[in-house]
């Protein structure tokens, strides 16, 4: 079955810290791989995405992933964390013959002073 | 470019009354989804359009809930009758889904909804 986890329902970061959030997949094609930002009220923007090629994809806001196909993993990344960056983040996975996203469950980032 | 448009961005009405949400994608984009978010089951995709035609209403819950699409600028998802359980935020996305290719999804703000 196709499906995204999430494991991390919550996180906390103190302001400056480096971030890692976890993405775990399962896909039966090739997958095609997204992380979402959603800030309060607001809806999601995309920051990154992977198709193919190099497996360390830069994204806006100072975010990378890297795609370990071995893990099937596509975690998320920041070296310094900023408090404009709490929000929650989704992790989602398509495919090449299909329209459909499927979404994890979400990481919600809280950011310390 | 203005992005997708939703409207309104917040609803509050009471059961069993006709909720009707609305829908502008981003000019040129052929691809529209319809989402549901909520905190037990995170976000359902209820239905997608391409080329204004329905493909996929697996998603939609039941027959009280309806979505057209009755030209590329413009769409709608209707419920009749709402009922408290339909409170989420709907969100409307859109991308253009061009052959051997697959684009991002942009989405609009959301529509609140409150069924009480």
């Known amino acids: 079955a196709q499906s995204v986890t999430q494991p991390d329902i919550h996180i906390t970061v103190s302001e400056g810290a480096s971030l890692e959030l976890r993405c775990n997949y399962s896909y039966g094609a090739t997958p095609y791989l997204f992380w979402y930002v959603q800030s309060p009220g607001q809806g999601l923007q995309l920051l990154l995405k992977y198709f193919s090629g190099d497996t360390l994809v830069q994204g806006i806001k100072g975010f990378e992933a890297e795609f370990k196909r071995s893990q099937s993993s596509f975690n998320l990344r920041k070296p310094s964390v900023h408090w404009s960056d709490a929000a929650e983040y989704f992790c989602?996975?398509?495919?090449?013959?299909?329209?459909?996203?499927?979404f994890g469950s979400g990481t919600r980032l809280l950011v310390r002073p | 470019d203005a992005g997708v448009i939703q409207s309104p961005r917040h609803e509050v009405t009471e059961m069993g009354q006709e909720v009707t949400l609305r829908c502008k994608p981003i000019s040129g984009h052929n691809s529209l989804f319809w989402y549901r978010q909520t905190m037990m089951r995170g976000l359902e995709l209820l239905i997608y359009?391409?080329?204004?035609?329905?493909?996929?209403d697996s998603g939609m819950p039941e027959d009280r809930f309806s979505a057209k699409m009755p030209n590329a600028s413009f769409s709608t998802l209707k419920i009749q009758p709402s009922e408290p359980r339909d409170s989420a935020v709907y969100f409307c996305?859109?991308?253009?889904?061009?052959?051997?290719?697959?684009?991002?999804?942009?989405f609009g703000p959301g529509t609140r909804l409150t069924v009480l």
């Open positions: 996305a859109s991308t253009l889904n061009a052959a051997g290719a697959y684009n991002e999804q942009f």
């Open positions: 989602a996975v398509g495919g090449d013959s299909s329209y459909k996203l499927i």
């Open positions: 359009f391409n080329n204004n035609v329905p493909i996929d």
